[in-house]
């Protein structure tokens, strides 16, 4: 293994020359820090992390505590994405990740954060789809730095989608259509329905759109059954939605087949708009109209965020960063009274 003192051999300079080069010092000169830099890619250095680690009181590993109710891990697409762009843009700041949890560990139950104590960890990134469980208080009340998706804690930075106006913009378009007779159903209670509740509130009361409580039905998210099961519900009805929102793209999979399955077409004979813009979503025929939400921006953001509260603890502040996502248009809803 490649050690400063052989680069340091090669060009003729000392150890800490060496060092001092390759970890950015402004005292050792530009063509100096090129010419070492160079050499240690050629002779294939890498830093030893334990070292590193001892030197800068920093292990360069952040934790990802990722929880998702409906147990679908790393096959949900929206957190999928999300976490590849917080890795990718770690990576690209010299930082690893590992996901942490509460577990066993020699023996012993571990919290999530005496897993984060225990892993060494030098900020946490917090996904997840119930933020009010203990394990997460532990953490957010911890003394490591931590950024959280899609919630919001006084104390702590929070990198969101912009939900609320996503579900207007979803809104207005369906109004736009000509369509009155609207029915929602939402994802369990959390803070991003909340805020899509909100938003849909909104954007009906401002197109004088009444909401009818029987249409409004609270299901699940990433839930196709629960969804299909709903939306049979609403086509029951006395009087039936002229089209139904449903709480994500993947759970739309469970409302498109009910409607198929009770002997109607979308959007000839009903319209459906989703929201998540997940690619399954755009495969479908018709392809579905949803809202797609900026995942790469919301990662790589998350890591900006947390690597700048490690490294810049004085000058980074806790804040609130909103990232705006992209409506799209698909073929799920009908033009009514031949509106274009």
Not at 11 to 24: E, I
Not at 43 to 61: D, E
Not at 138 to 166: K, L, M, Y
Request: glycine share 8%; aromatic share 8%; charged share 25%.
């Amino acid at each position: 293994m490649v050690s400063l003192k052989d680069i340091s051999v090669r060009c003729g300079v000392s150890v800490a020359t060496v060092s001092k080069a390759l970890n950015g010092h402004k005292d050792v000169s530009e063509a100096t820090r090129e010419r070492l830099v160079r050499t240690a890619r050629e002779m294939g250095y890498f830093p030893n992390a334990q070292a590193r680690a001892l030197k800068t009181n920093r292990t360069y590993n952040l934790g990802v505590m990722f929880l998702d109710e409906a147990g679908r891990g790393l096959t949900h697409e929206f957190f999928a994405k999300v976490l590849n762009s917080f890795k990718t843009e770690a990576e690209l700041a010299g930082y690893d990740i590992t996901f942490i949890s509460n577990k066993d560990i020699g023996g012993r139950r571990m919290s999530t954060f005496e897993h984060c104590k225990y892993r060494s960890v030098d900020g946490i990134v917090i996904a997840c789809t119930d933020f009010t469980t203990p394990d997460v208080f532990e953490v957010i009340n911890g003394d490591i730095p931590v950024v959280t998706i899609d919630h919001i804690f006084d104390c702590r930075t929070a990198v969101v989608s912009n939900n609320e106006s996503g579900m207007e913009k979803l809104l207005n378009y369906v109004a736009d259509c000509g369509h009155k007779k609207i029915a929602y159903i939402q994802g369990k209670r959390s803070a991003v329905a909340e805020k899509r509740l909100a938003g849909f509130w909104k954007a009906c009361t401002a197109r004088g759109i009444e909401i009818r409580p029987e249409w409004l039905l609270t299901g699940d998210y990433c839930n196709p059954d629960n969804t299909y099961q709903l939306t049979k519900k609403l086509l029951k009805s006395k009087e039936i939605p002229t089209c139904i929102f449903m709480p994500d793209d993947y759970a739309a999979i469970g409302g498109l087949n009910a409607i198929k399955d009770c002997g109607l077409s979308v959007p000839d004979d009903i319209s459906a708009v989703g929201y998540d813009g997940i690619a399954y979503s755009q495969l479908l025929s018709p392809r579905l109209t949803t809202y797609s939400q900026d995942t790469p921006k919301i990662g790589a953001t998350a890591a900006k965020q947390l690597i700048s509260l490690i490294e810049n603890p004085r000058s980074t502040f806790t804040e609130v960063i909103t990232v705006d996502g992209q409506f799209l248009e698909g073929g799920s809803v009908k033009k009514l009274n031949g509106i274009k």
